[in-house]
């Protein structure tokens, strides 16, 4: 199955998480996609080393990469730089990741090659932006997502530490961002015939990710507070903890709606009327009385058996808070796509999916993640370069596998 970019060719030059995200969601959805990777490998090839030690495979580097064609290339060498111009030159979409600075010094700028090609679609991914003070510093997506956008300060209670984001959380907003962004400027060069430069960055999706709240900052001169469980300004919007350990989150956010439903599952119907709790502004004012009756209440019983009473209120919105392993053992992991099966030399290896669907052009892996420079000999043959490979290699302008 091809998917919606089948014939579209794409060069990615990215490192790490957020370029090669960018590339390998369009790699999933069909596009052909060229890595070029430094002689030494995109570093997180390393991941697998990193986090698991002497793991046989790197399903981290998978994710971001299956589908991929990889080109070993020295692009500070002039000849290397020629031929990932070359590549870059036949392609409709550069994709990368690598600071600007760096692109500008080797002629890979937006400004550089989209006037030599103007019909190349450029998606440029930054740490910060392309303008400002900080355009040319370096981010990984912890500083420039999770700690300067306001993510971390927003998700924590008053006299707590920050928490940690988990890997890849900001560059894989990015990547989505970025594709997407690739998706509408294809569309926009079959009407105009024209390419362009699109961007973003770890920083510009961080804000996006908190803007609910920065909406408020911005519109009303407000910040919104931080609460704990025991503190939240609407208890029916709060997580609880059942009698096997379990934890789950009530969501009763329309308080007309959500409220009766909730007291007749906990089994206190007259809460309805109840002075302390029958309004919102009751509830709120009221809040930790009714966390607190409803902390006795959900210890009763299992989650399983809290899950039968929440199923007769086909109004009442909670959902489980689950562990890894939870997750994959949920039957809607499975039924909704989560996982895709990505062919391998005699099999299959079940992968995290990328989040969209297509029904009329439906994408399906293609293969692994390829090894470091997997494709140099087949990709310096389409540029008429086949004869010199073994020079190259020598010269250690290109990688060849051994």
Request: with cysteine.
């Amino acid at each position: 199955m091809p998917g919606p970019l089948e014939g579209v060719r794409i060069v990615e030059l990215g490192v790490w998480v957020a370029g090669p995200a960018a590339g390998g969601i369009l790699a999933d959805w069909g596009a052909d996609v060229i890595k070029i990777e430094p002689l030494g490998g995109d570093p997180a090839r390393t991941f697998q080393t990193m986090l698991g030690g002497d793991m046989p495979t790197n399903p981290v580097f998978e994710l971001d990469n299956r589908s991929k064609r990889s080109i070993a290339l020295d692009i500070s060498d002039d000849e290397g730089l020629a031929i990932a111009k070359q590549l870059i030159a036949d392609a409709d979409v550069f994709v990368t990741n690598v600071r600007l600075a760096g692109l500008e010094r080797l002629g890979l700028d937006h400004e550089t090659l989209l006037a030599e090609h103007p019909r190349l679609v450029y998606a440029a991914i930054t740490g910060f932006g392309l303008e400002g003070p900080d355009k040319d510093r370096a981010a990984y997506d912890i500083a420039a997502f999770w700690a300067r956008s306001g993510i971390a300060h927003m998700l924590t209670p008053p006299g707590s530490d920050p928490p940690f984001q988990r890997g890849g959380m900001g560059d894989h907003n990015a990547g989505m961002a970025a594709a997407a962004a690739v998706s509408a400027a294809l569309y926009s060069r079959e009407r105009t015939g024209r390419g362009q430069l699109c961007s973003t960055s770890l920083f510009r999706t961080g804000i996006y990710t908190i803007s609910f709240d920065l909406s408020v900052t911005v519109g009303w001169g407000l910040t919104l507070g931080v609460g704990s469980r025991e503190t939240m300004y609407n208890p029916t919007t709060n997580n609880y903890v059942t009698s096997d350990n379990k934890r789950f989150w009530v969501v009763g956010l329309e308080a007309d709606r959500h409220w009766p439903p909730l007291a007749r599952a906990v089994g206190h119907p007259e809460w309805i009327s109840d002075e302390r709790f029958a309004t919102s502004a009751d509830r709120a004012r009221n809040g930790s009385e009714l966390i607190g009756e409803l902390d006795k209440i959900f210890v009763t019983k299992t989650l399983a058996e809290w899950a039968e009473i929440f199923a007769t209120e086909p109004d009442f919105f909670w959902a489980p808070v689950q562990s890894p392993d939870d997750l994959l053992a949920d039957p809607q992991f499975h039924a909704a796509g989560a996982l895709v099966e990505v062919p391998d030399e005699s099999a299959t290896t079940s992968m995290i999916a990328t989040p969209v669907d297509f029904d009329g052009t439906p994408w399906a892996p293609r293969c692994l993640a390829p090894k470091l420079g997997e494709h140099t000999m087949e990709i310096l043959d389409s540029l008429g370069r086949s004869d010199d490979a073994e020079s190259l290699a020598a010269r250690g302008v290109v990688g060849i596998p051994t």
